[in-house]
C-alpha cells in the first residue's frame, strides 16, 4: 500500500491517485473500484482524492486520456515518419485497430472502460478522436501535394476516412465483429477504403 499524507498537496499526489486507479481497474475492473477503495489503497480518505478529482468519473476520464494519449504518441510517430502517404495512413489505422484488438483480449478490464467512455460519450473519447482525425489529415494533405491523393479538403477525407474504419477500431464493434464470418477483416476493409483515395 503507497501510504499518501492528507495533508500532501504536492503535484505528483494526482498522478498516485491514477496510477493507484489504473491499478485497481486492471485487476478489479472499472465498475467495481471505487474512489473509497483508490483511498484505501494510498492511506487517504476519500474526501482528500475529491481534493484532487472532484469524482470518479474525473478519475476515469483523466485514466483515459492517458490510455488514449499512447495511442496518438504512436499514430503521430508513424504519421510522422516514412513512407508514402498511404503507407502511412495504412499503418496509423492497422496498429490502432491492432491496439484496440490487444485490449480486448489481453486487459479485458480496462477494455470496459474505454468501452463504456464510448458508450457515454465522455469528453476524453471527444477529444481523441478529433485528435485522430487531425494526425490522417496532416498524412492526407501530404499525400495530396506528392500528387499521391485524389484532392480534396484534408479534415473532410480524414474524418470519412476514420468513420469508415470505426467497425475496426471501436471497442464494442471490435468485439462484435472480431469473430463474425461475414464481417471484412481490417486488412481488407484497408484495402477497399485506400483504394478509393489514389489520385
Request: charged residues 25%; proline residues 4%.
Amino acid at each position: 500500500m503507497a501510504t499518501v499524507s492528507a495533508d500532501d498537496t504536492k503535484p505528483d499526489t494526482r498522478a498516485r491517485i491514477l496510477r493507484e486507479g489504473e491499478r485497481l481497474f486492471r485487476h478489479y475492473g472499472y465498475s467495481k473500484t471505487t474512489v473509497a477503495d483508490i483511498a484505501r489503497e494510498l492511506g487517504m480518505s476519500p474526501a482528500n482524492v475529491y481534493r484532487f478529482f472532484p469524482s470518479k468519473l474525473a478519475i476515469n476520464e483523466a485514466l483515459c486520456s492517458q490510455m488514449l494519449d499512447e495511442r496518438v504518441a504512436v499514430a503521430l510517430k508513424i504519421a510522422n515518419g516514412p513512407g508514402s502517404a498511404i503507407e502511412r495512413i495504412r499503418t496509423i489505422l492497422m496498429t490502432i485497430h491492432q491496439m484496440t484488438v490487444s485490449l480486448l483480449l489481453d486487459e479485458k478490464k480496462v477494455h470496459e472502460m474505454v468501452s463504456v467512455a464510448m458508450e457515454e460519450d465522455w469528453e476524453a473519447i471527444r477529444q481523441h478522436i478529433h485528435r485522430q482525425i487531425e494526425i490522417i489529415a496532416k498524412v492526407v494533405s501530404e499525400g495530396m501535394s506528392a500528387g499521391e491523393i485524389a484532392l480534396g479538403e484534408p479534415g473532410h477525407v480524414a474524418k470519412c476516412l476514420n468513420q469508415a474504419f470505426m467497425a475496426q477500431i471501436h471497442p464494442q464493434m471490435v468485439v462484435k465483429c472480431i469473430n463474425d464470418p461475414d464481417a471484412a477483416t481490417a486488412e481488407e476493409m484497408l484495402d477497399f477504403i485506400l483504394r478509393s483515395l489514389k489520385a
